[in-house]
Protein backbone atom coordinates (compact mmCIF):
# COMPACT_ATOMS: atom_id res chain seq x y z
CA UNK A 1 0.00 0.00 0.00
CA UNK A 2 2.68 2.75 0.10
CA UNK A 3 2.27 3.78 -3.00
CA UNK A 4 -1.18 4.62 -2.08
CA UNK A 5 -1.02 6.04 1.17
CA UNK A 6 -0.76 9.76 2.03
CA UNK A 7 -0.61 11.86 5.24
CA UNK A 8 -0.66 14.80 7.39
CA UNK A 9 2.82 16.31 8.25
CA UNK A 10 2.00 17.69 11.30
CA UNK A 11 -0.65 15.84 12.78
CA UNK A 12 0.89 12.60 11.58
CA UNK A 13 -2.93 11.52 10.42
CA UNK A 14 -2.83 8.90 7.41
CA UNK A 15 -4.74 8.16 4.99
CA UNK A 16 -5.29 5.81 1.78
CA UNK A 17 -7.00 5.94 -1.55
CA UNK A 18 -8.11 1.84 -1.17
CA UNK A 19 -10.65 0.56 0.07
CA UNK A 20 -10.89 -2.28 3.07
CA UNK A 21 -12.08 -4.75 0.31
CA UNK A 22 -9.11 -3.89 -2.23
CA UNK A 23 -6.75 -3.98 0.93
CA UNK A 24 -8.27 -7.40 2.30
CA UNK A 25 -8.22 -8.75 -1.14
CA UNK A 26 -4.56 -7.86 -1.72
CA UNK A 27 -3.39 -9.58 1.51
CA UNK A 28 -5.42 -12.55 0.94
CA UNK A 29 -3.87 -13.30 -2.80
CA UNK A 30 -0.42 -12.82 -0.51
CA UNK A 31 -1.52 -15.97 1.49
CA UNK A 32 -2.66 -13.21 4.81
CA UNK A 33 -6.41 -14.24 5.44
CA UNK A 34 -8.25 -11.00 6.59
CA UNK A 35 -11.60 -9.70 6.19
CA UNK A 36 -12.61 -6.33 5.37
CA UNK A 37 -13.62 -5.40 8.60
CA UNK A 38 -10.26 -6.40 10.26
CA UNK A 39 -8.68 -4.58 7.61
CA UNK A 40 -10.44 -1.22 8.81
CA UNK A 41 -9.72 -1.65 12.60
CA UNK A 42 -6.01 -2.20 11.47
CA UNK A 43 -6.32 1.18 9.70
CA UNK A 44 -7.41 3.08 12.37
CA UNK A 45 -4.49 1.22 15.01
CA UNK A 46 -2.09 2.32 12.23
CA UNK A 47 -3.79 5.90 12.85
CA UNK A 48 -5.45 5.97 9.15
CA UNK A 49 -8.94 7.64 8.85
CA UNK A 50 -11.39 8.56 6.12
CA UNK A 51 -11.20 12.03 4.27
CA UNK A 52 -12.32 13.96 1.83
CA UNK A 53 -11.32 16.03 -0.66
CA UNK A 54 -10.21 19.70 0.68
CA UNK A 55 -10.61 23.13 -1.66
CA UNK A 56 -7.15 24.91 -0.37
CA UNK A 57 -5.59 25.34 -3.67
CA UNK A 58 -6.07 29.20 -5.80
CA UNK A 59 -5.64 27.60 -9.04
CA UNK A 60 -6.76 30.88 -10.97
CA UNK A 61 -4.73 32.67 -8.28
CA UNK A 62 -1.08 30.76 -8.18
CA UNK A 63 0.81 33.41 -9.81
CA UNK A 64 3.11 35.78 -7.66
CA UNK A 65 1.77 38.60 -9.19
CA UNK A 66 -2.14 37.89 -9.30
CA UNK A 67 -1.52 37.15 -5.73
CA UNK A 68 -0.11 39.95 -5.02
CA UNK A 69 -3.18 41.94 -6.45
CA UNK A 70 -5.39 40.13 -4.37
CA UNK A 71 -3.64 41.06 -1.34
CA UNK A 72 -3.33 44.63 -2.40
CA UNK A 73 -7.11 44.98 -3.31
CA UNK A 74 -8.42 43.23 0.23
CA UNK A 75 -5.94 46.31 1.52
CA UNK A 76 -7.88 48.62 -0.51
CA UNK A 77 -11.37 47.22 0.35
CA UNK A 78 -10.12 47.34 3.85
CA UNK A 79 -8.88 51.03 3.76
CA UNK A 80 -12.09 52.27 1.72
CA UNK A 81 -14.83 50.96 4.65
CA UNK A 82 -12.90 52.64 7.41
CA UNK A 83 -12.64 55.97 5.37
CA UNK A 84 -16.13 55.67 4.78
CA UNK A 85 -16.96 54.43 7.96
CA UNK A 86 -14.68 57.49 9.41
CA UNK A 87 -17.16 59.91 7.84
CA UNK A 88 -20.46 58.35 8.40
CA UNK A 89 -21.13 57.28 4.72
CA UNK A 90 -23.14 54.10 4.34
CA UNK A 91 -20.90 50.62 3.65
CA UNK A 92 -23.27 48.37 1.67
CA UNK A 93 -22.03 44.29 0.46
CA UNK A 94 -24.63 43.05 -2.21
CA UNK A 95 -25.34 39.98 -4.19
CA UNK A 96 -27.56 37.35 -5.31
CA UNK A 97 -28.01 34.42 -3.29
CA UNK A 98 -29.10 31.23 -5.16
CA UNK A 99 -32.23 30.55 -6.71
CA UNK A 100 -34.42 28.07 -5.03
CA UNK A 101 -36.71 26.71 -6.73
CA UNK A 102 -40.43 27.08 -5.45
CA UNK A 103 -42.55 23.61 -5.00
CA UNK A 104 -42.54 20.89 -2.69
CA UNK A 105 -38.56 19.73 -2.95
CA UNK A 106 -36.01 19.03 -0.66
CA UNK A 107 -34.44 21.89 1.22
CA UNK A 108 -30.68 20.36 2.67
CA UNK A 109 -30.71 20.33 6.74
CA UNK A 110 -32.49 19.17 9.46
CA UNK A 111 -35.48 19.98 11.87
CA UNK A 112 -36.93 18.94 14.74
CA UNK A 113 -40.57 17.29 14.28
CA UNK A 114 -42.11 14.02 15.28
CA UNK A 115 -42.44 12.49 11.37
CA UNK A 116 -40.29 13.47 8.21
CA UNK A 117 -41.85 16.12 5.82
CA UNK A 118 -42.51 14.20 2.62
CA UNK A 119 -41.29 15.63 -1.15
CA UNK A 120 -40.97 14.91 -4.39
CA UNK A 121 -38.48 12.26 -5.34
CA UNK A 122 -36.99 14.78 -7.98
CA UNK A 123 -36.38 18.32 -8.58
CA UNK A 124 -37.12 18.77 -12.26
CA UNK A 125 -37.74 22.78 -12.92
CA UNK A 126 -40.72 21.41 -14.92
CA UNK A 127 -42.94 20.46 -11.19
CA UNK A 128 -41.76 23.96 -9.69
CA UNK A 129 -44.89 26.65 -9.78
CA UNK A 130 -42.15 29.44 -9.72
CA UNK A 131 -38.38 30.53 -8.89
CA UNK A 132 -36.96 32.74 -6.15
CA UNK A 133 -34.18 34.96 -7.10
CA UNK A 134 -32.88 36.58 -3.56
CA UNK A 135 -30.61 39.83 -4.22
CA UNK A 136 -29.83 41.35 -1.07
CA UNK A 137 -28.21 43.94 -0.17
CA UNK A 138 -26.06 44.41 3.67
CA UNK A 139 -25.72 47.46 5.51
CA UNK A 140 -22.16 46.38 7.01
CA UNK A 141 -21.91 49.11 9.99
CA UNK A 142 -25.93 48.81 11.05
CA UNK A 143 -26.42 45.21 10.18
CA UNK A 144 -29.05 45.08 8.82
CA UNK A 145 -30.20 43.51 5.81
CA UNK A 146 -33.02 44.37 2.64
CA UNK A 147 -33.51 41.06 0.33
CA UNK A 148 -35.76 41.79 -3.03
CA UNK A 149 -36.68 38.48 -4.67
CA UNK A 150 -37.19 38.39 -7.73
CA UNK A 151 -39.05 36.04 -10.29
CA UNK A 152 -37.70 36.34 -13.26
CA UNK A 153 -33.84 36.97 -14.28
CA UNK A 154 -31.24 38.34 -12.53
CA UNK A 155 -29.62 40.91 -14.14
CA UNK A 156 -28.17 43.73 -13.80
CA UNK A 157 -30.67 46.06 -14.21
CA UNK A 158 -32.24 43.32 -11.28
CA UNK A 159 -29.68 44.26 -9.15
CA UNK A 160 -29.39 48.21 -9.25
CA UNK A 161 -33.07 48.35 -8.72
CA UNK A 162 -32.37 46.19 -5.29
CA UNK A 163 -29.59 48.91 -4.11
CA UNK A 164 -32.29 52.18 -5.38
CA UNK A 165 -34.87 50.44 -3.06
CA UNK A 166 -33.08 49.92 -0.30
CA UNK A 167 -31.53 53.51 -0.37
CA UNK A 168 -35.03 54.82 -0.69
CA UNK A 169 -36.80 52.52 2.30
CA UNK A 170 -33.94 52.63 4.82
CA UNK A 171 -30.44 54.21 2.97
CA UNK A 172 -31.56 57.86 2.46
CA UNK A 173 -33.15 57.82 6.36
CA UNK A 174 -30.82 56.05 8.09
CA UNK A 175 -27.76 58.38 6.33
CA UNK A 176 -29.31 61.96 5.66
CA UNK A 177 -26.23 63.60 5.60
CA UNK A 178 -24.74 61.82 3.19
CA UNK A 179 -23.98 62.13 -0.23
CA UNK A 180 -22.01 59.16 -0.76
CA UNK A 181 -22.16 55.07 -1.01
CA UNK A 182 -19.39 52.88 -0.96
CA UNK A 183 -20.50 49.50 -2.59
CA UNK A 184 -18.82 46.12 -1.98
CA UNK A 185 -19.31 43.30 -4.67
CA UNK A 186 -18.10 40.39 -6.30
CA UNK A 187 -16.37 40.38 -9.38
CA UNK A 188 -18.52 38.72 -11.20
CA UNK A 189 -22.46 37.95 -11.84
CA UNK A 190 -25.27 40.95 -12.80
CA UNK A 191 -23.01 43.44 -10.66
CA UNK A 192 -19.27 42.12 -12.13
CA UNK A 193 -16.36 44.74 -12.50
CA UNK A 194 -16.98 43.98 -16.53
CA UNK A 195 -20.63 44.25 -16.36
CA UNK A 196 -20.94 47.21 -18.34
CA UNK A 197 -24.93 47.55 -17.97
CA UNK A 198 -24.70 47.34 -14.24
CA UNK A 199 -22.36 50.53 -13.93
CA UNK A 200 -25.23 51.93 -16.89
CA UNK A 201 -27.60 50.89 -14.19
CA UNK A 202 -26.23 52.55 -11.40
CA UNK A 203 -25.72 55.81 -13.19
CA UNK A 204 -29.49 56.05 -14.05
CA UNK A 205 -31.37 54.32 -10.86
CA UNK A 206 -28.72 55.54 -8.45
CA UNK A 207 -26.57 58.45 -8.90
CA UNK A 208 -28.86 60.54 -11.06
CA UNK A 209 -32.05 60.33 -8.99
CA UNK A 210 -30.85 60.70 -5.67
CA UNK A 211 -27.51 62.55 -6.43
CA UNK A 212 -25.65 59.99 -4.97
CA UNK A 213 -21.55 59.34 -5.44
CA UNK A 214 -21.21 56.08 -5.69
CA UNK A 215 -17.92 54.15 -5.05
CA UNK A 216 -17.73 50.34 -5.97
CA UNK A 217 -14.90 48.07 -4.95
CA UNK A 218 -15.31 44.62 -6.59
CA UNK A 219 -13.27 41.41 -4.38
CA UNK A 220 -10.76 39.77 -6.51
CA UNK A 221 -12.03 36.46 -9.12
CA UNK A 222 -12.52 33.27 -6.50
CA UNK A 223 -12.76 35.85 -3.18
CA UNK A 224 -16.65 36.29 -3.09
CA UNK A 225 -16.67 34.21 0.53
CA UNK A 226 -15.21 37.58 2.08
CA UNK A 227 -17.96 39.39 0.70
CA UNK A 228 -19.88 40.46 3.91
CA UNK A 229 -23.02 39.66 2.77
CA UNK A 230 -22.19 36.01 2.26
CA UNK A 231 -21.56 35.18 5.62
CA UNK A 232 -23.32 37.79 7.59
CA UNK A 233 -26.69 37.46 5.67
CA UNK A 234 -26.99 34.75 3.26
CA UNK A 235 -25.42 32.02 5.50
CA UNK A 236 -28.10 33.36 8.33
CA UNK A 237 -31.17 32.69 5.86
CA UNK A 238 -29.97 29.46 4.79
CA UNK A 239 -29.42 28.01 8.45
CA UNK A 240 -33.22 29.84 9.50
CA UNK A 241 -34.45 27.86 6.50
CA UNK A 242 -32.85 24.93 6.37
CA UNK A 243 -34.80 21.16 5.98
CA UNK A 244 -37.72 23.14 5.57
CA UNK A 245 -39.79 22.65 1.66
CA UNK A 246 -40.17 26.08 0.01
CA UNK A 247 -43.48 25.56 -0.71
CA UNK A 248 -44.68 28.89 -1.94
CA UNK A 249 -43.04 32.24 -2.45
CA UNK A 250 -44.46 33.40 0.68
CA UNK A 251 -42.24 30.86 2.79
CA UNK A 252 -39.60 32.61 0.88
CA UNK A 253 -40.10 35.72 2.30
CA UNK A 254 -41.41 34.59 5.86
CA UNK A 255 -38.22 32.70 6.68
CA UNK A 256 -36.08 35.81 5.45
CA UNK A 257 -37.89 38.45 7.16
CA UNK A 258 -37.32 36.35 10.31
CA UNK A 259 -33.46 35.59 10.01
CA UNK A 260 -32.12 36.79 13.21
CA UNK A 261 -28.75 36.69 14.83
CA UNK A 262 -27.52 37.32 18.70
CA UNK A 263 -25.59 39.91 17.30
CA UNK A 264 -28.83 41.83 16.00
CA UNK A 265 -29.26 41.39 12.69
CA UNK A 266 -32.40 42.39 11.24
CA UNK A 267 -34.09 41.58 7.66
CA UNK A 268 -36.22 42.78 5.40
CA UNK A 269 -37.84 41.29 2.12
CA UNK A 270 -40.19 42.45 -0.46
CA UNK A 271 -41.39 40.43 -3.36
CA UNK A 272 -40.03 42.08 -6.82
CA UNK A 273 -42.81 41.08 -9.76
CA UNK A 274 -40.48 42.90 -12.43
CA UNK A 275 -39.67 41.00 -15.34
CA UNK A 276 -36.13 41.21 -16.55
CA UNK A 277 -34.62 40.83 -19.83
CA UNK A 278 -31.59 39.40 -20.14
CA UNK A 279 -28.68 39.71 -22.92
CA UNK A 280 -29.01 43.55 -22.87
CA UNK A 281 -26.92 45.16 -24.95
CA UNK A 282 -25.07 48.69 -24.26
CA UNK A 283 -25.46 50.78 -26.80
CA UNK A 284 -22.67 53.59 -27.60
CA UNK A 285 -25.03 56.59 -26.72
CA UNK A 286 -25.55 55.08 -23.08
CA UNK A 287 -21.92 54.14 -22.45
CA UNK A 288 -21.52 58.15 -22.89
CA UNK A 289 -23.98 58.80 -20.36
CA UNK A 290 -21.77 56.73 -17.37
CA UNK A 291 -20.01 59.59 -15.52
CA UNK A 292 -17.49 57.07 -14.09
CA UNK A 293 -13.54 57.86 -12.80
CA UNK A 294 -11.10 54.48 -12.34
CA UNK A 295 -9.24 54.36 -9.05
CA UNK A 296 -5.30 54.45 -9.29
CA UNK A 297 -5.24 51.51 -7.59
CA UNK A 298 -6.51 48.42 -9.36
CA UNK A 299 -8.83 50.18 -11.82
CA UNK A 300 -10.41 47.37 -12.88
CA UNK A 301 -12.00 46.65 -9.20
CA UNK A 302 -12.09 50.21 -8.23
CA UNK A 303 -14.19 52.90 -9.61
CA UNK A 304 -16.28 55.91 -9.08
CA UNK A 305 -19.68 56.83 -10.44
CA UNK A 306 -20.77 60.47 -10.27
CA UNK A 307 -24.00 61.96 -10.69
CA UNK A 308 -24.26 64.22 -13.83
CA UNK A 309 -24.80 68.26 -13.37
Known amino acids: ?45 MRFSLQVNRKKLCGALQTPQKRRMRNRQFG ?26 IGNFKNPGNVWCRTSDVVNDHDFPSLATGKAIPNGVFDVNRNKGTVCVGVSH ?5 AADSIEFWWRQEGCHAYKKAHQLLILADSGGSNGANCKMWKYWLQKKLCD ?34 GVPL ?50 V ?11 M
Open 154 to 158: DTAAF
Open 1 to 45: MKHDVAGDPISGLRWTRKTRAKAAAQLNKLGIRISATTVGVLLKK
Open 209 to 242: PYNLTVTVCHYPTGASKWNPIEHRLFGEISKNWA
Open 76 to 101: YIRRMRELFTSKGHPVISVDTKKKEQ
Open 298 to 308: LPKWNYTITPK
Open 247 to 296: RTMETVLKFIRTTKTSAGLQVKAVLNKKYYATKEKLSAEQEKEINMKRHA
